[in-house]
């Protein structure tokens, strides 16, 4: 059974949105979002896999969230 990691966040006004996975090296794994969005709440799913379709090893990995006005960064485990 596949599990994909939700990550939710919302937005007060429309803005551009950028969601990306980051390794623990800094090196990006793949770019969940990166286009204008409506205000609202959001939520979005990862599949655990890179930008190239395959499945990321175990371990903490790192998702920056950035707008135009705002930007955080948060972990997000990977278990097999």
């Known amino acids: 059974m596949r599990k994909d990691a939700t990550l939710a966040f919302s937005l007060p006004k429309s803005t551009y949105v950028g969601l ?4 623990v090296l800094g090196q990006e794994v793949c770019s ?11 939520k979005i ?7 190239k379709g395959a499945p990321v090893t175990a371990g903490v990995y790192m998702y920056y969230l950035k ?10 485990t990977v278990i097999r």
Not at 20 to 23: E, S, T
Not at 45 to 51: E, F, I, T, Y
Request: proline share 0%; glycine share 6%; charged share 30%.
């Open 20 to 23: 990306k996975i980051y390794n």
């Open 32 to 42: 969940l979002l990166d286009e204008y969005k409506q205000a609202g709440i959001y």
């Open 45 to 51: 799913k990862w599949d655990g896999k890179n930008s």
């Open 67 to 76: 707008t135009n006005d705002y930007q955080c960064a948060k972990k997000v």
